[in-house]
């Protein structure tokens, strides 16, 4: 160990002694009278002499990572105040200093007491000094000097990455960059070779290489397809040294995905498809799919359909499923079995996105046949238009054929046909239509002005098969004849001023006709045959289908003509001509001076002579007067008919009734009919109470009448029997007077006039015998004397 450190001690002994006797030159002459000698020996026993006053030190160098069983030894510090008596002690501070260096006090040998790592600390600054033991003086002042650690190759290369993720597009030329990895190495790069590393590739050959320098990842082969195989793992190596046998190494993975490009046209996997459709499909309808692979992905791999050539060009479509890239073929014309039963197609399946520095390899599309066969079926008829539009004249005689619509059968058949008329198209049966050759006929007369237009569906159907029909839509036009007379257009209140002067205009007419010409309405205006010639008015034609009506005479008087009766020929010009005669009424007015009419009847001139208008408003408001009073006693005296005599439900006195007159006896016949008593025939008739309104009505009852029986007092006990007997009758009397009294009553008087002088003792349980009408006067006299009081 002593000979591993002998080269750098030597080394290091040269430089202080130069730098040491540069400085002694440069120093005062009185630090040179205390001169001592300070050296640094080894084991050999040289020593070096310098004419110093202080320390001065240089470097020590120390390998790290020992290994030995022993402390590493660093070096010395001796001093010529040491006479080797053990008087002197030489004290080590710093970085580490009793930790990692320690310090022979006696003899200055300093050891490294732990194995050091440069990649932690690459150098330490220490400070030594001497000190006298007797005397505890420095005998050399504090002097600095640094050990630093020499390296050595004990770490190997590390990657940024444990795993590099890279692509290159496919097909790429050899030498493309694919991605560069970097390792470090913690070793002292400015010390030997320790920390230069060196590249390689240990997995991933022959497809990408790597620059050894630099770690760039290369492609190695030309044309590498992602179709072929897509995933390459390659195995990267970084070892320092320079890659010199013993360098330690460390490795990276990196994976690289071909990416894709569109180098690949599309392909059918078949030549040609066949389909089959029947006649009858609607158009849009898809009947069958074709698919070209491609085994790019992506956009490259998309691509779109289209028809070539072929006999069905114009009778079926393809259409391109984005989501599955394939082509979809529809139906684009109605197909007839009859016509045609086979197509041949050909579809072409091309690239949507072409790459350009591939089309050298040939065209990016493909060609298949496809064949359609079309199916015969059982189809319903057709008619030979899409629609029928028929005009006939409004005076067709009934069963008169208008049109005819025409239908066959497709198929080869060649069914027979049979023709109806959709009966909720024409709920009127107005037309009719024969089923062999469908001719259609009139049923009814026609009219143009109650219904112009008739739309009514025609019906063919299949003899053999009634299941199969078509309908189809037949309009008919009803044509105009002129069959209406022109009329007066609206009802005309026409007046004359009696002031008019000859020549005034006072009206003018226009007229209407419900008939449709097509050149038009043209209308003229004359004067009846009978009055040619009118003498209080004139008829003018304006030539626009209006007229005139014009004052011939000064002056009219509502005294002696109020009205005139005007008439008028009115006729249109259509063939044939149809006429009408309109007659105008015609008042005559008062009005003023400007022509704005006042008043137009004669008793209205009466009235503004004799009366004012003040004397009309004042005879119209007594008037209104008079009806208010009759009213109101009409509604207070049907009021006091609807009072009930009985008002209070606890009125006890529901069988007692006061008088305040005893009427005229039996000669007054006036106070009520006698007849009504005595003819017991006239009280069948049963009627209602008068006296409060019911609540419900009852069933009259019918009883047997008593015509053999004139005694009175038999007919009132007779009817006294019924009513009490009777379930329905009211819980109350009515009044009713009776001209004939009778025999004496067994209970005398019950009138209250008496009751002063009469016996109060009297016993009136005897009314409780007389039913239950007379219960409530039973309950009131027939108690004991102390309920009276």
Same mark, same amino acid.
């Given at each position: 160990m002593r000979t591993y450190h002998c080269i750098p001690l030597f080394i290091w002994t040269y430089m202080f002694h130069t730098v040491d006797t540069i400085l002694l030159q440069e120093k005062p002459n009185s630090y040179l009278s205390s001169k001592k000698i300070v050296g640094l020996t080894k084991d050999d026993g040289k020593m070096l002499h310098r004419t110093k006053r202080g320390w001065m030190w240089n470097q020590f160098f120390l390998l790290e990572e020992y290994t030995g069983t022993d402390t590493q030894y660093v070096g010395k510090l001796h001093t010529d105040q040491d006479k080797g008596d053990g008087n002197l002690k030489y004290i080590l501070t710093g970085d580490g200093a009793g930790s990692l260096f320690?310090?022979?006090?006696?003899?200055?040998?300093?050891? !490294?007491?732990?194995k050091l790592d440069r990649e932690e600390k690459s150098l330490y600054i220490l400070r030594a000094k001497a000190i006298d033991r007797k005397t505890g003086r420095q005998v050399e002042p504090e002097s600095e000097f640094i050990i630093k650690i020499h390296d050595i190759n004990d770490n190997e290369p590390k990657f940024t990455k444990d795993l590099y993720t890279a692509s290159v597009p496919e097909m790429s030329g050899v030498g493309t960059s694919v991605i560069q990895v970097t390792a470090t190495d913690a070793d002292d790069a400015n010390y030997g070779n320790s920390a230069k590393v060196v590249y390689s590739i240990l997995q991933g050959q022959p497809y990408f290489s790597v620059d050894p320098e630099s770690g760039i990842i290369k492609t190695a082969l030309p044309d590498m397809s992602r179709e072929n195989r897509e995933q390459y793992q390659v195995v990267i190596q970084a070892k320092d040294m320079g890659g010199q046998m013993g360098g330690l190494s460390g490795t990276t993975t990196v994976n690289i995905t071909l990416t894709d490009v569109n180098n690949n046209p599309p392909r059918f996997p078949q030549s040609t498809y066949q389909f089959n459709s029947p006649e009858s499909v609607p158009l849009g309808t898809h009947l069958g799919r074709i698919k070209a692979n491609d085994p790019d992905v992506g956009e490259n791999a998309e691509m779109e359909y289209s028809i070539a050539e072929g006999d069905g060009a114009?009778?079926?479509?393809?259409?391109?499923?984005?989501?599955?890239?394939?082509?979809?073929?529809?139906?684009?014309?109605?197909?007839d079995f009859e016509n045609q039963m086979l197509y041949t197609l050909r579809v072409d399946a091309s690239n949507t996105h072409p790459d350009p520095r591939f089309l050298h390899l040939g065209p990016f599309k493909d060609t298949a046949v496809v064949k359609i066969s079309v199916e015969?079926?059982?189809?319903?008829?057709?008619? #030979?238009?899409?629609?029928?539009? /028929?005009?006939?004249?409004?005076?067709?005689?009934?069963?008169?054929? /208008?049109?005819?619509? %025409?239908?066959?059968?497709?198929?080869?058949?060649?069914?027979?046909?049979?023709?109806?008329?959709?009966?909720? #198209?024409?709920?009127?049966?107005?037309?009719?239509?024969?089923?062999?050759?469908?001719?259609?006929? #009139?049923? $009814? !007369?026609?009219?143009?002005?109650?219904?112009?237009?008739?739309n009514i569906t025609v019906t063919a159907t299949e003899i053999n098969n009634p299941k199969q029909s078509s309908h189809i839509p037949v309009f008919i036009r009803i044509l105009d004849i002129n069959d209406h007379a022109p009329e007066f257009a609206m009802y005309y209140e026409?007046?004359?001023?009696?002031?008019?002067?000859?020549?005034?205009?006072?009206?003018?007419?226009?007229?209407?006709?419900?008939?449709?010409?097509?050149?038009?309405? $043209?209308?003229?205006?004359?004067?009846?045959?009978?009055? #040619?010639?009118?003498?209080?008015?004139?008829?003018?034609?304006?030539?626009?289908?209006?007229?005139?009506?014009?004052?011939?005479?000064?002056?009219?008087?509502?005294?002696?003509?109020?009205?005139?009766?005007?008439?008028?020929?009115?006729?249109?010009?259509?063939?044939?001509?149809?006429?009408?005669?309109? %007659?105008?009424?015609?008042?005559?007015?008062?009005?003023?001076?400007?022509?704005?009419?006042?008043?137009?009847?004669?008793? !209205?001139?009466?009235?503004?002579?004799g009366l004012s208008t003040g004397a009309l408003v004042a005879i119209l408001l007594c008037v209104l007067i008079l009806l208010i009073l009759v009213v109101l006693f009409a509604a207070l005296k049907r009021q006091r008919k609807k009072e009930p005599l009985i008002?209070?439900?606890?009125?006890?006195?529901?069988? /007692?009734?006061?008088?305040?007159?005893?009427?005229?006896?039996?000669?007054?016949?006036?106070?009520?009919?006698?007849?009504?008593?005595?003819?017991p025939e006239a009280r069948e008739d049963s009627k209602l109470r008068r006296d409060v309104m019911p609540e419900t009505i009852f069933q009259i009852r019918r009883t047997v009448p008593l015509w053999?029986?004139?005694?009175?007092?038999?007919?009132?006990?007779?009817?006294?029997?019924?009513?009490?007997?009777?379930?329905?009758?009211?819980?109350?009397?009515?009044?009713?007077?009776? !001209?004939?009294?009778?025999?004496?009553?067994?209970?005398?008087? @019950?009138?209250?006039?008496?009751? @002063?002088?009469?016996?109060?003792?009297?016993?009136?349980?005897?009314?409780?015998?007389?039913g239950p009408r007379f219960k409530k006067l039973a309950d009131m006299y027939g108690g004991d004397d102390s309920d009276r009081d």
């Open positions: 320690v310090i022979d006090e006696n003899t200055g040998d300093i050891h !490294a007491a732990k114009d009778m079926f479509d393809v259409i391109t499923d984005k989501d599955t890239q394939e082509g979809i073929i529809t139906v684009k014309q109605n197909l015969d079926i059982d189809e319903p008829p057709v008619f #030979t238009k899409v629609s029928y539009l /028929i005009e006939v004249d409004e005076d067709v005689k009934e069963g008169s054929i /208008i049109g005819q619509v %025409t239908a066959y059968d497709p198929d080869a058949r060649n069914n027979l046909i049979k023709y109806s008329v959709d009966r909720h #198209t024409d709920m009127d049966r107005i037309f009719g239509i024969h089923s062999e050759n469908g001719s259609i006929f #009139t049923l $009814k !007369a026609l009219d143009r002005e109650s219904s112009p237009w008739h026409t007046f004359v001023c009696e002031n008019a002067k000859p020549g005034q205009l006072i009206q003018t007419v226009s007229v209407m006709d419900k008939d449709d010409p097509p050149r038009g309405h $043209k209308f003229f205006f004359e004067p009846v045959p009978e009055f #040619t010639l009118n003498p209080n008015f004139t008829i003018v034609d304006n030539k626009d289908n209006t007229a005139g009506i014009m004052t011939r005479k000064d002056g009219y008087s509502r005294n002696k003509m109020s009205t005139y009766l005007l008439p008028i020929l009115i006729f249109d010009n259509d063939y044939p001509i149809q006429s009408s005669t309109g %007659t105008l009424t015609i008042r005559v007015c008062a009005c003023d001076n400007q022509g704005n009419m006042q008043s137009c009847t004669a008793e !209205a001139l009466i009235l503004s002579a008002i209070s439900k606890d009125d006890v006195r529901d069988n /007692i009734v006061t008088y305040n007159d005893e009427g005229g006896g039996e000669e007054d016949t006036q106070a009520f009919d006698i007849g009504t008593l005595r003819n053999e029986n004139i005694d009175v007092q038999d007919f009132i006990h007779r009817r006294l029997k019924e009513n009490d007997a009777d379930p329905s009758a009211p819980p109350y009397d009515s009044l009713a007077t009776y !001209a004939y009294e009778g025999n004496d009553s067994i209970a005398d008087s @019950l009138s209250s006039l008496e009751s @002063l002088t009469a016996d109060c003792n009297q016993d009136y349980d005897y009314l409780s015998d007389w």
